[in-house]
């Protein structure tokens, strides 16, 4: 038990990466339609949203993801009525990933449309997931 517990704590530390880039790049966005495109802060905001992506973000969700699936195969968890709906909500989180990934790559190319408010909304959405997974994971209520 005690590879399990161990991988568990790496999950975890994984879970707090991803969620803190998760949670600060449409923040980033935010702040970034402020920025006029071409601006010395607009080329800022880009380096700081890329260097969030490729260092933090993505490897994170690579290590939750491969941690988890090993939990869910060792504690024999694909069964469980409460990892169904954690599964779901982890991958509407990891569509929210992509959609990220996507804004990002506009804002890149300087052709942000969207207004400040949408990136608003597109920040919450994460925040509502990540509760649903936590309760779900420690109280299983079903
Ligand atoms: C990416 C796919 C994921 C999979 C396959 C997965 C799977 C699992 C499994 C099987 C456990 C072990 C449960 C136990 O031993 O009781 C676990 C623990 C945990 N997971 Fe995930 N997880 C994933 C993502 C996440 C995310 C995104 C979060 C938070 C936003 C999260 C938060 C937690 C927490 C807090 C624990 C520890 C619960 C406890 O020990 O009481 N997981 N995960």
């Known amino acids: 038990m005690a590879l399990y517990d161990w991988i568990k704590a790496l999950h975890i530390l994984a879970v707090i990466s991803w969620m ?10 935010v702040y970034h339609t402020g920025a ?18 490729k260092a933090i973000i ?4 690579i290590v939750t993801w491969l941690a988890g699936l090993y939990l869910a195969y060792e504690g024999g968890w694909f069964r ?3 990892f169904h709906g954690k599964f779901a909500l982890v991958i509407l989180l990891s569509a929210v990933h992509g959609v990220l990934v996507r804004r990002l790559k506009e804002f890149a190319a300087d052709s942000n449309t969207r207004p400040a408010r949408y990136y608003r909304i597109l ?3 994460p ?7 936590v309760l ?3 109280l299983k209520p079903f």
């Open 36 to 53: 006029a495109p071409g601006s010395e802060t607009s080329e800022t905001f880009k380096v700081m949203e890329r260097r969030l992506l």
């Open 123 to 125: 920040n919450e959405v």
């Open 127 to 133: 925040t509502v997931l990540m509760i649903g997974i």
């Open 80 to 82: 469980a009525g409460w």
């Open 136 to 138: 779900l994971v420690v």
């Open 58 to 61: 993505n490897p994170a969700m």
């Open 20 to 29: 803190a880039g998760m949670l600060y790049l449409p923040r980033l966005f």
